[in-house]
């Protein structure tokens, strides 16, 4: 499907968005795939697709992520948040 991107200011205003920090783990994996493709979708170069791609699956795989810790996953989260921030 076609993909538009909108100011984030203009969805925040209705209240829709939900930052990285506080989706769960399987809002971000869904997320993070409907990212990729878009972003192939939109011809994105194949190595900047494939670093986010083994960002998140290195996140995924992560120790904290299948703990029992809640504040452990919440860290991994936060932490790929700020990451994608700085790429952006």
């Known amino acids: 499907g076609l ?3 909108i ?3 203009a ?10 920090e506080d989706l769960s783990w399987e809002e971000f994996v869904e997320v993070a795939h409907q990212l990729a493709t878009a972003m192939k979708e939109n011809e994105w170069p194949e190595d900047r697709i494939d670093s986010h791609i083994k960002f998140w699956l290195t996140l995924e795989g992560h120790p904290w992520r299948h703990g029992h810790c809640e504040i452990s996953k919440q860290a991994l ?11 952006h």
């Open 7 to 9: 100011l984030l200011a």
């Open 11 to 20: 969805v925040q205003a209705k209240g829709t968005v939900t930052t990285d």
């Open 3 to 5: 993909h538009s991107f």
């Open 77 to 87: 989260l936060t932490y790929q948040a700020h990451v994608q921030h700085k790429w």
